[in-house]
């Protein structure tokens, strides 16, 4: 008997440490090998911006690769690319000026800008002097903990390109002070700002006295209303503080919204009345020396409170404010439009928000509630009266763009789906379509620029050219006479570009998820003058890297093309078995599937160095640039619209690679995808077997009114009486919690106030109530991105899924070793 229990006891070692052999690990070192601080170090630039010069059509922009930075200066005319300074002769100069160390190739220049003359630089740098904080006797007042009063001296310099001299600019006063509660009107002779809860103005002079002491007692100061209150303000609501810090704020200056008229003596601005929107509430538990409550409002869809806005005009001239009658819907929305800011502008400290019109007009937008209605407006200011400009009316939500006004005062660009496809269209001024612009089976995205010499649009687009994905963006032109499409960028890739005031050239970057990014300059005929760069990819490389697959799959309708990527471990053996994981956010505003290089890795390659596959898809119902029906497809049914998709990219998956191991399907998604992970599990128990669901927002009848209504949609009910109501009626994930049967994490921040903690606690009693085990975490003092808790999160969700998935039970330490290798020496 004794051989008999010694002989099972060897065989059941043996049969023990065969499937702890064949068990895979979590790779922790190869995910660790790619976190955002080591990938920092590895991804450099990998787009120009270009900084275009107003006098010309040159340009300046920065770039950094692995051998630091550089700045360039391009001619297009001259197809020339010099360096803007000799970065070894610079650094010696600042060196002298500073009395700190400087090299060429670790030179790090701020806020870098050329100057009127456009033959001089002006730039800051830091030195390791610290110096008292201008500000800490404000600071101390109202934070008797802050205990940081020193900061690191900045010295301003500016540097002559003819003689390549530098000179510091010692007044620190000679360079200008932003002040972010300062509206400054265009010719900078008036500046409008609130102050509790109402709306004043101060002259310029007055002005230069806050921007050198914010506190002068000398300060004059105009007030233009006297009925401001909570809730029903001129100003900023200062959403994001706490009780305390609003109390503490109270008497600040803060922002006003105004839109000023070009010459600066008129002004528009919407006033909401929130005073009847319910309050919610999130706890700062981890505030010293006591918790601190923050009290918001909060629109919830198919309340019957809900904000009401104004439109008020103001003149100085007959120093009166003005609400003007705009009322069309019940619980309309209002969309002022700012002017266009030139390319040119850029680098302009004071940029003046000005109206979208002239002196005669300004335009706006008038939505109703249930978003099928959409008036484009302009406000008549001599006849004091609205005029409809075009009237957007669909069975489902429109989506609206700023209209581009045409200088000669006739003519303007309307942007619409109505033939079920983004497209451009020409308008007169009184209301009437002259011609439609673009047509087809694509989607139009945005106005790039309209060169109004030579009537000629220039627009980015996609899904226009065939044999590429639908999603790759490309720039167009075409004439506003009208007339065939031409396309300036060819190349099968995902384009962005940025194009001078004249029209005349355009910078050009292009990558997919699996190239370099690359940038080049052409001309406004398409062709390429030069090349510019090549992202510096050779470190990340060197690490292991490997560039993701992108792929196409039927929809579960065997007939609609989803495009997405698949993201493969760096040390993927083909002859294995691997857990996939899908990345999912369901839209309808946008679709997580990349398109072009980035940086971001985090829970999509670095999840995958774990050892799965790791896989981002659309869904019908997902990306707005597409067809109308494709992003509509969820409209009435938003928690399952997009699920019956998922599941189907990973079973036509599974059945094209024999890696894909189809019996370990996880999936995670954060915010809408925290929603959708979590339903997934419920809708496909027997599917979907492990989730990591983060800020979910799992009961849409408690997230914000316009997201909700708009993507669900809100039924419009008017009695005999004439009384309209909102009803909104949706399926919800709690309610179907007895369904779970696999592995669910639900993570949430506490003071996260866009989707509200509730949303999981909710979710959370659910499954308690249905008698099912789930785990749950919350991140103490974290907003809906997590913040500096983003680490954190990554490692416990790779924790989950190396034990659920790849069946990994050996417990890590305690501590993050992952994480603190990552903390910078102090």
């Keep these: 008997m004794k051989k008999v229990i010694i002989l099972f006891t060897l065989i059941l070692s043996a049969h023990l440490s065969m499937a702890q052999e064949a068990s895979p690990k979590g790779n922790y070192e190869l995910a660790s090998r790619f976190s955002p601080e080591k990938l920092k170090k590895m991804i450099f630039s990998t787009s120009v911006s270009p900084h275009w010069l107003k006098n010309s059509d040159r340009f300046w922009y920065e770039y950094e690769t692995s051998d630091g930075k550089n700045w360039y200066l391009v001619n297009p005319a001259n197809r020339t690319k010099t360096a803007l300074f000799d970065k070894d002769v610079l650094a010696a100069q600042l060196t002298l000026a500073v009395k700190d160390p400087f090299d060429g190739q670790h030179l790090d220049l701020k806020d870098l800008k050329f100057l009127e003359n456009e033959n001089a630089l002006e730039f800051t740098v830091k030195s390791t002097e610290e110096v008292l904080k201008k500000d800490w006797e404000e600071i101390k007042a109202k934070n008797r903990n802050a205990k940081d009063s020193l900061e690191k001296k900045t010295f301003t310099f500016r540097y002559s390109l003819s003689d390549r001299s530098l000179r510091e600019i010692e007044d620190p006063e000679e360079k200008k002070k932003r002040l972010a509660w300062a509206n400054i009107s265009p010719d900078s002779s008036k500046v409008v700002f609130a102050k509790n809860e109402n709306l004043y103005w101060m002259d310029k002079e007055n ?59 008129e002004f528009v601005l919407t006033r909401t009345d929130a005073r ?6 999130v706890l700062h538990n981890t505030r010293n020396p006591r918790p601190t409550l923050e009290t918001y409002k909060y629109a919830m869809p198919g309340e019957k409170e809900q904000p009401q806005t104004d439109l008020l005009h103001f003149s100085f001239e007959k120093g009166k404010m003005n609400k003007l009658d705009i009322s069309t819907f019940k619980d309309q929305t209002i969309g002022v439009w700012a002017a266009d800011l030139k390319a040119s502008q850029q680098d302009d400290e004071f940029k003046p928000v000005k ?16 978003l099928k209605r959409i008036d484009i407006c302009r406000w008549n200011i001599s006849e004091n009266k609205k005029e409809v400009l075009v009237e957007e009316r669909s069975n489902t939500y429109i989506d609206v763009q700023k209209p581009h006004l045409i200088s000669n005062g006739n003519e303007f660009i309307h942007w619409s789906e109505r033939d079920g496809w983004g497209h451009f269209y020409l308008y007169d001024v009184g209301g009437k379509m002259i011609r439609q612009l673009t047509s087809g089976p694509f989607h139009t ?8 010499r030579n009537r000629t649009l220039y627009f980015s687009a996609n899904g226009r050219e065939k044999n590429e994905d639908p999603y790759y963006l490309h720039l167009y032109k075409v004439s506003l006479n009208g007339g065939a499409i031409t396309l300036l960028n060819q190349g099968n890739y995902d384009h962005s570009v940025s194009i001078n005031d004249n029209a005349t050239f355009f910078v050009n970057n292009y990558s997919r998820v699996n190239t370099s990014p690359v940038s080049t300059l052409h001309d406004n005929q398409g062709r390429k003058i030069m090349d510019l760069e090549e992202a510096d990819l050779s470190s990340l490389f060197a690490a292991g890297y490997k560039f993701p697959e992108p792929y196409r799959i039927k929809a579960d309708d065997g007939i609609t093309d989803l495009y997405g990527v698949m ?50 898809v659309g869904n019908r119902g997902g990306h707005p640039a597409r067809s109308k029906w494709y992003h509509n497809y969820g409209y009435g049914n938003l928690r399952d619209y997009g699920l019956a998709d998922k599941k189907a990219a990973v079973e036509q998956l599974a059945d094209r690679h024999p890696f894909i191991d189809r019996s370990k399907v996880g999936i995670h998604g954060h915010s809408g995808g925290g929603f959708m992970s979590t339903a997934a599990m419920l809708v496909y128990p027997d599917f979907f077997k492990v989730a990591v669901s983060s800020a979910g927002n799992h009961e849409n009848n408690i ?85 500096d808790m983003t680490e954190y999160f990554f490692w416990r969700m790779a924790d989950y899924y190396v034990k659920h998935l790849l069946g990994d039970n050996s417990p890590p330490p305690v501590d993050m070793l992952e994480i603190q290798r990552e903390k910078p020496l102090k």
Excluded: C
């Design 207 to 265: 002005f230069l006295k806050a921007v050198k002491d914010e506190k002068d007692s000398t300060i004059v100061e105009h007030p233009l209303t006297e009925d401001g209150e909570k809730d029903y303000s001129y100003g900023s609501s200062g959403r994001g503080d706490d009780n305390v810090e609003e109390e503490k704020k109270k008497d600040d200056r803060k922002r006003a919204m105004v839109y000023w008229s070009a010459n600066s003596n």
């Design 276 to 281: 009847h929107v319910k309050d919610l509430w």
């Design 355 to 370: 109206w979208l019109g002239d002196e005669n007009f300004f335009y706006f937008s008038i939505t109703s509630r249930d």
């Design 445 to 452: 995205e945005s106005i790039e620029r309209v060169d109004e």
């Design 567 to 616: 993201y493969k471990p760096f040390d993927f053996d083909s002859t294995k078995k691997y857990p996939i994981i899908e990345y999912v956010y369901p839209g309808p505003q946008t679709e997580a599937v990349n398109k072009s290089f980035g940086r971001s890795m985090d829970r999509i390659d670095r999840l995958a160095q774990l050892g799965f596959v790791v896989v981002t």
């Design 703 to 787: 997230y914000n009114r316009w997201w909700s209504e708009k993507h669900h949609g809100v039924k419009e009910v008017v009695t005999p009486k004439g009384d309209t109501t909102f009803v909104y009626q949706i399926e919800k994930n709690p309610d179907l919690a007895k369904n779970l049967k696999g592995h669910l994490l639900l993570v949430t921040g506490d003071v996260d106030n866009n989707v509200h903690p509730a949303h999981t606690i909710r979710m959370a009693d659910a499954l308690i109530k249905a008698n099912k085990r789930f785990d749950f975490i919350i991140l103490p003092g974290q907003r809906h991105g997590f913040g």
